[in-house]
């Protein structure tokens, strides 16, 4: 059911595949969602955007998942 968690995460622009370590909170995540698209900090700043203007990727997904499962 949940195919999308394995394949790596990229930047829409550049296609810069982004480790898993780097995705992680603990690291200071290097990929930004900005206007619904994954972009790494070079493309962010290309964009004339900031990463105080984006979300990084690990707040963006946190925020997509609810932290408790309903099973009700
Ligand atoms: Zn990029």
Do not use: I
């Not at 206007?35 to 925020?63: H, N, R």
């Amino acid at each position: 059911m949940a195919k999308k968690e394995k394949q790596p995460v990229k930047c829409d622009q550049c296609d810069l595949e982004f480790p898993e370590s780097e995705l992680s909170e603990k690291h200071k995540s290097k990929a930004f969602v900005w206007q619904g698209k994954v972009m790494c900090e070079d493309c962010l700043f290309k964009m004339g955007a900031s990463p105080a203007d984006a979300l990084t990727y690990s707040a963006f997904v946190g925020s997509q998942q609810p932290r408790r499962p309903q099973n009700y």
